[in-house]
């Protein structure tokens, strides 16, 4: 039976404290669905994740899973609750390097076990860990586990008929099209089976137990021998990793890392269909490890059945909702959650100002520019838009934090008075702006707009102010002025109007993309 509810603390960075005595466990706990997706930095602690789980079925992930210098004061503690009313809890205390004293108790309805002893990291035998290997076989559960990209294991019989459904996203097979003007064999005579050659593109070598006969698009005489070992990497990474699911038992639960590795994009979208058939005709529960913008496209996965995760080096946090309300927004979770920080913006115009004003800065005071879609992004989030998240604004918040490294620029408007752009006076109580300002990094304008920032010369050619509010001139564009002012503008100096509080505020931004990069200002 699949995981209902895990739990923990001081499991190697995650969830650190040094509480000791009492486990209320309720900062890292997770329900899992049927198909969970778990994303995060580089060192956040998504294969701790899985390590987690791992421990429930392999008595050796004991020895490395709990933080190796927790002080006498702490422990370790890890919870997993089943579907089928089974309870696995794990203990943790440090005895100096290397060695860790753990317990471990299996609960069922009816009975339990327990074992407890000294663990030593050392040990390569592994003997220290048999009384708990024999504790946790108690549990009987189905946990496999793979982190390979290959066919190692898999029997051709059992691989064949996954490369043959999805032939036709195997560019240079029969069943992918051959661009028109591209040289081919021509089969010598009539062909009366191309349907099923297109059908059947792959078939087992008479010659060689390890090789496969493959039809290529550009040849209609002949398939091809081809050993498994130089099929392409994307192929065999797509089809192994489907084969290998193929053949795990029914109600088991699999634990898969980075499975878009050598897969385009267009090919991983494919693999989420048929990891999606595969696991619900087996009764499976998955848990994805990735760093795929495509694997955290909530709208490619059955709500229902999959949950999205954020681990961030302390820490895992659900963000299945946050996701849902990006994608109204019509953003991909992906593009914001791993970009390295986030710029929100209110619109496209916005983003050419910023840019370029960052761009000049630089240029001034002889730093490194920051690069667009590497140091930084901008997201527009339109104004608008934002006030219809929830009455009180939680919604837009928790999605603008779905990254951490955030910083949130929005217009004065009638909200706020006062110069002082991050710390200005609001007048406008319920204003969803002061809510995101109490929470991120926020940059209200020192003016109306945005755009009241421009030099004289530039704003007056495009808006005008009546009674206190800034408006674009008939017969003029936001957008066509902001890219004048890009192509124009080329000191720093000139950029803004003075007396204006830009210079400072663009030199506040520069320091948080540095932050964001782990780079000196």
């Known amino acids: 039976m699949t995981i209902k509810k895990l739990k923990f603390k001081n499991i190697r960075k995650l969830g650190f404290n040094s509480k000791y005595g009492k486990f209320n466990l309720t900062d890292n706990v997770i329900n899992p669905k049927q198909i969970n997706i778990i994303s995060g930095p580089n060192g956040s602690g998504k294969s701790t994740m899985l390590d987690i789980i791992r421990c429930a079925d392999k008595a050796t992930m004991l020895k490395t899973i709990s933080r190796e210098n927790m002080r006498a004061d702490s422990q370790a503690r890890i919870e997993i609750e089943f579907f089928d009313d089974k309870t696995m809890i794990a203990i943790f205390n440090t005895q100096g390097y290397g060695q860790s004293y753990a317990g471990i108790l299996i609960k069922s309805p009816n009975e339990s076990w327990n074992y407890q002893g000294l663990i030593d990291i050392a040990n390569k035998v592994d003997n220290d860990i048999f009384g708990f290997s024999l504790c946790i076989k108690m549990l009987r559960k189905n946990i496999s586990y793979r982190n390979s990209h290959n066919l190692d294991g898999l029997l051709i019989e059992d691989i064949i008929p996954h490369l043959n459904r999805d032939a036709s996203f195997l560019i240079g097979t029969a069943a992918s099209k051959l661009k028109d003007d591209a040289f081919f064999y021509e089969s010598p005579g009539k062909i009366t089976a191309l349907q099923y050659i297109q059908d059947n593109c792959f078939h087992p070598s008479p010659h060689d137990h390890e090789s496969v006969m493959v039809w290529f698009n550009d040849d209609q005489s002949q398939p091809n021998q081809v050993r498994l070992e130089n099929l392409p990497a994307g192929w065999k990474s797509f089809s192994g990793l489907l084969t290998w699911l193929s053949i795990q038992p029914e109600e088991s639960i699999c634990i898969i890392e980075e ?38 496209d ?83 989030y339109g104004g608008a838009m934002m006030k219809h998240f929830s009455a009180d604004a939680t919604d837009g918040i928790n999605v603008l934090m779905v990254n951490k490294n955030s910083v949130f620029l929005a217009d004065k408007d009638n909200d706020y008075k006062g110069d002082d752009s991050l710390r200005p006076i609001l007048i406008k109580p319920g204003s969803y702006k002061e809510k995101i300002r109490r929470t991120l990094p926020t940059w209200i304008t020192q003016g109306y707009t945005l755009e009241n920032y421009l030099p004289k010369a530039l704003f007056n050619a495009t808006f005008e102010i009546e009674d206190g509010v800034t408006k674009l001139k008939s017969g003029h564009s936001k957008v066509k002025a902001a890219y004048k002012f890009e192509q124009e503008v080329k000191d720093f100096s000139s950029s803004y109007a003075h007396g204006s509080n830009l210079p400072q505020l663009i030199e506040w931004l520069y320091k948080f993309i540095q932050s964001w990069n782990f780079q000196d200002s």
């Open 298 to 380: 909530y709208e490619i996965w059955d709500k229902n059945a999959t949950n999205l995760y954020v681990t961030d080096g302390y820490g895992i946090k659900e963000f299945n909702r946050s996701a849902s309300y990006l994608s109204i927004m019509g953003f991909k979770p992906g593009d914001i959650f791993q970009a390295n920080g986030i710029i929100w913006i209110e619109g496209v115009s916005d983003r050419i100002y910023i840019k370029h004003w960052l761009d000049l800065f630089c240029k001034d005071t002889e730093k490194e520019t920051p690069i667009e879609n590497v140091d930084y992004a901008f997201m527009p």
């Open 259 to 296: 499975p878009e590795t050598h897969l385009h994009p267009h090919l991983q979208r494919v693999l989420i269909k048929r990891l999606r058939e595969i696991s619900q005709k087996r009764r499976q529960q998955l848990f994805i490890s990735t760093n795929s913008s495509i694997f955290l």
